[in-house]
């Protein structure tokens, strides 16, 4: 399966928001493993499909050590929250930056797995940033959203001189 290339901040597809899935078919389920298989190798515990620059409301995650708690959410809703939560998160669309993030410390969702039937999902810690987290990049949103403007721009400066320099280096090589 090939790996899917993940979009990085501060590029604008990022900001698209996801339409609803209408048909889960073999074509999606397709996207699904190479999502899973793009998320594992990055590594990484969740990725939404408006990081492969998929526009389309699909994401996945797994939050265990062994690779072997999969989960698939099209069209997710959360229908309950609970508590508040603090983790320093980070984000494969933005490499290299972590930061306390505020959440909600357990949710309930609802959506459709791989096979378009309708499921919920109870999370707690880690699993409810998670997938709190995915769900906003559906919506066009970026953790670094909830950070000050000043620190954002922090983080946009040192991506950008990130990505030239790894453009530079690729120059040379070639
Ligand atoms: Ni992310």
Redesign the pocket.
Known sequence: MPKLQILEFPDERLRTKAAPIEVVDDALRTLIGDMFETMYDAPGI?L?AT?VDVHRQLLVADVSEDHDEPIVLINPQIIEREGVQTCSEG????PTITADITRAERIVVTGLNRNGESITIEADDLLAVCIQ??MD?LQGK??VDYLSPLKRQMVRKKLEKRARLERETAEVSA
Do not use: P
Request: net charge negative; with cysteine.
């Open positions: 969740g939404a990081q984000c494969l669309s933005v987290h995915e990049h970026l953790f």
